[in-house]
Each structure stands twice: as C-alpha cells, then as structure tokens.
C-alpha cells in the first residue's frame, strides 16, 4: 500500500465500522433481544425463566408481526399447529354450558400472581361478546352471540370450533388468540365446557 | 386541608363510579366512566397527595449525606425540573447509560444522598400504608413537565439502541399465551372488557397513553409510574418479573416515548 492512501483506508475503515454501529443501533437482530430479555427478568412463581424461550410458531409470527405474513410462512404456521390438535379422547365435543360460562369469565391463571393450584380461566369475555347478558366484553376478537343457534352443530362445525379454541394457530397463522389446547392453558374438560357454552341450545349464549 | 379533601374526594368517587359501571348499557364504555370521573374531580387529583410529599422529598436534605435533590441533574441541568420528564429517557455522561426518570432519581438519591439502592428499590411500589418515595419523586418531577411536548434528544446511539430494543420487544410473541405488547396494543378503538386500548406503535395511540403516565390509580388508590404500568403489562402477558430500571423496561419506555413524540404532557392524570 502507498504511503499516501493510508489516511483514506483509515477513514474507509472508521466511516465502514460507524456505519456498522449505526444499522446495529436501529436494528435488532433476534439474539440481541434473547440477552436484553434473559437478564430483564426474573422468575415469579409460575411464571419461569423458560417462558422467555419461544417456539417456532412465535417465532416466525414474531419476524412477520410488522407486515403481512407471506402465504408459505403462514402455511408452514398453520402446518406446524394442526397437527397439534387432539380431539376429545371421549369422543363428546360437549361437556356443561354452566361449567363453561365460569372458565369464559375468568381472567386469572398462569400469571406470577395466580395460585397454579387452582384453574385457569379462558378469559373470552376480554376479547369476545358472547351471552347478551354480560355487557363487559372485549372487541378484538369477533362477537360470538348466538354461537350455536347461528351455525348449528354438525360433526364439521364442531371440530371447527374444538380446533380453534384448541389451536387458533391450524387455521388462523399468528392470531392473537392464545393456543388453550395445545399449551395447556385449558383442561380437556374445561375445552368441552366452553364448547357447550357456546352451542348448548340452553346457554346464555343461544338466548 | 387539601389532603383530606382530596382524599374524601377520591374515596367517595371511586365508590360513585362503580356504580354506573354495574349498571352500564352496551353503549356506554369505561372511557365514559373515566370521563365523568375526572369531571368531578375538577382540578382535584388524589395524586396531588403524591407531588406534595414529592416536593418534600425533592427539597428535604436526607440520607447519609444529608443532602437535598437541588444538585440532580435530570438532563436539563442540576436541579432543573422543568420540563425534565418530558425529555427522558436518554444518555447520561456521568453514568454511561440510558435512564428513565425513576433510574435516574435513584442515580440522585445513591450519589447526591448516599442511599442505598437496595432500600430505595425495597419500597419501588406503594402499598397501602407503606409509600413509595420514587412514586412521590417522580409525581412532583412529572408534574413540572404538564403543557410541555415529549421531545427527546434521540441523537446517542444507546438511544437509538435502546429504541430499537424496544421496537423488536414490542412485537416480540412469547409465554403459554402467545402474548405481546402488539396483541392487545395493535389497534386503536379495540377494547378488552370495558378498556379501550391504545395502538402504541402510532403517533396518536401513543400520545395519548404515554403523555398521562404517572397516573393516580384507582383501583390500587395509589400513584403509579411507567416502570409500574410495563411490569404489570408483563405479568398480564404471563411473563416471569420484568426488573425495575432493567433494559427491557428501559427500551420499551425509550420506543413509547419517541413514538408520543410531540404529544402534551398531561400527568399525573387519574386512571382506572
């Protein structure tokens, strides 16, 4: 190298190492965000250290949430949750609409503040209108009124509705909706409870 | 006198507002309720209780030291508070670091007055009885900045880094619920319950949500700060403890802040 084009190669180093600063600041790569959050928090209770590790589905629906999600990704997504889905080992996709209206308006459970002994609630209300009678519901899912008494309850429509509350990941990629079945979160009796809330002919849901 | 009647005041509409919200048509919505509330109140605001005391703190020589807050340097200067919450966070020289207003006063109280952080931390949450002076700093520090528009410096790259952080925190998908701050804060006019919620990644969503945080809250009838709302945001979401002044809750205050850019500040305000 001449003498004479050392400056510039400093300067072309320095001007190459800021620029690399400067996209690192605006941009975050995935690991970045793994160690800010591994020593951000700490565990409470239920709630582990372990939930800061994410699975494939949110994964991918994490690196898609700010621009529509590509046909071939939500089709992997969805791929990956329907195999997921268990039907009722019992074979009855109904259990009891009083049982199921209790899980619908408990918003407790799996919180660091929750008692792990005691169930988890499905907290449908937060998101759902559902029985005419509770006026306090949320609107970011769609209103579920008059679940059954509208669609009916043939075999389809009730492994439609099982596998949406189970997975909402088989047919929606990345919906907001929690995955009830497939983490947990609900029991196989409570699933059945809901789903009689939702289309027993005798639930507030239906009046 | 003000004290009591404030706190008469609060006692006796936090019992008012339960009442139209039991009995709540489908058309009225809790904003409504919150409305009425604060009308009520008029200029009154329980967290008025929290400035005072805050003043006391800010003024009072205290600590090992026994000395006073006049020295802290929120970003504007040593002592200067006006206009101070509306800048923050940002880069501090002296400790290398981004701050929000709660990390910073404890940055004060440990090398102005010698406190230990440890015991400031111990009471970082109000509960019943037992006060949080951070709350009541950062109520008085807050209240300096009302009528003045969020303007942060952003030109440090740990600022912009802290953004960024919080940028990716934001729609970051994790826990048993598959929960992030984008699930319920990704639309405006959505509600859960009787809550509206705000898009906090667009200017308007989050102007209205940053600039009247603190807040006096109701329903805990304490005042509550930014570190407090992002640390129950986590729990909700099902998430293990977020620390206080971690870079999590650094970054995500950083990202709601400079997207409330130019908004007015209006806290403390009253909230649920």
């Known amino acids: ?207 | 006198m003000i004290n009591n009647r404030a706190l008469w005041k609060a006692w006796l509409l936090a019992v008012g507002v339960m009442v139209p919200w039991n009995t709540v048509n489908a058309e009225s919505s809790s904003e409504d309720a919150i409305a009425e509330y604060r009308a009520m109140f008029g200029d009154d605001n329980p967290a008025e209780l929290w400035l005072i005391r805050g003043k006391d703190l800010w003024q009072q020589r205290r600590g090992p030291k026994n000395a006073d807050l006049s020295g802290c340097d929120l970003g504007r200067g040593p002592g200067v508070i006006e206009g101070a919450y509306a800048e923050l966070p940002r880069w501090f020289a002296d400790t290398g670091r981004v701050q929000d207003l709660e990390t910073r006063l404890i940055t004060c109280m440990t090398m102005l007055q010698g406190m230990a952080e440890a015991d400031i931390l111990a009471v970082r949450f109000g509960d019943g009885d037992n006060k949080s002076d951070l709350e009541a700093l950062v109520a008085y520090v807050a209240d300096a900045s009302k009528g003045h528009a969020v303007s942060l410096p952003m030109t440090h790259s740990q600022e912009k880094a802290a953004y960024a952080l919080g940028a990716a925190l934001f729609y970051h998908r994790a826990g048993p619920h598959d929960y992030s701050c984008n699930t319920c804060h990704g639309e405006n006019k959505k509600r859960i319950r009787l809550q509206a919620m705000s898009k906090l990644d667009d200017a308007k969503g989050a102007r209205d949500a940053y600039t009247h945080w603190p807040a006096y809250r109701v329903s805990q009838g304490e005042l509550r700060t930014m570190e407090w709302r992002l640390q129950d945001c986590y729990r909700q979401q099902r998430m293990p403890q977020l620390k206080f002044g971690s870079e999590v809750a650094i970054a995500l205050t950083m990202f709601l802040a400079k997207n409330a850019e130019g908004g007015v500040m209006a806290a403390p305000s009253i909230k649920r």
């Open chain 1, 1 to 207: 190298m001449r003498l004479d084009s050392y400056p510039l190669a400093v300067m072309i180093v320095i001007l190459w190492s800021q620029a690399g600063a400067f996209a690192r600041a605006n941009e975050m790569s995935a690991s970045d965000v793994t160690t800010a959050l591994r020593s951000s928090f700490v565990a409470k209770g239920q709630a582990t250290m372990e939930r800061l590790q994410q699975d494939e589905t949110q994964t991918l629906c994490t690196a898609h949430a700010r621009h529509p999600l590509p046909p071939e990704v939500a089709e992997h997504v969805s791929a990956l949750n329907r195999v997921t889905i268990k039907p009722p080992a019992n074979g009855q996709y109904l259990g009891d609409f009083k049982r199921g209206e209790i899980v619908a308006l408990s918003g407790t459970g799996l919180q660091s503040s929750d008692d792990p002994a005691k169930p988890a609630g499905g907290n449908c209300y937060a998101c759902h209108e559902l029985a005419a009678t509770e006026l306090a519901y949320g609107t970011i899912g769609p209103s579920l009124r008059r679940y059954g008494k509208l669609r009916g309850s043939s075999k389809v429509t009730l492994e439609f509705a099982w596998g949406k509350i189970y997975n909402s990941n088989a047919q929606t990629a990345c919906s907001r909706m929690p995955r009830f079945g497939h983490h947990g979160i609900l029991s196989e009796q409570q699933l059945q409870d809901v789903m009689a809330f939702l289309f027993d002919p005798a639930s507030p849901v239906n009046q």
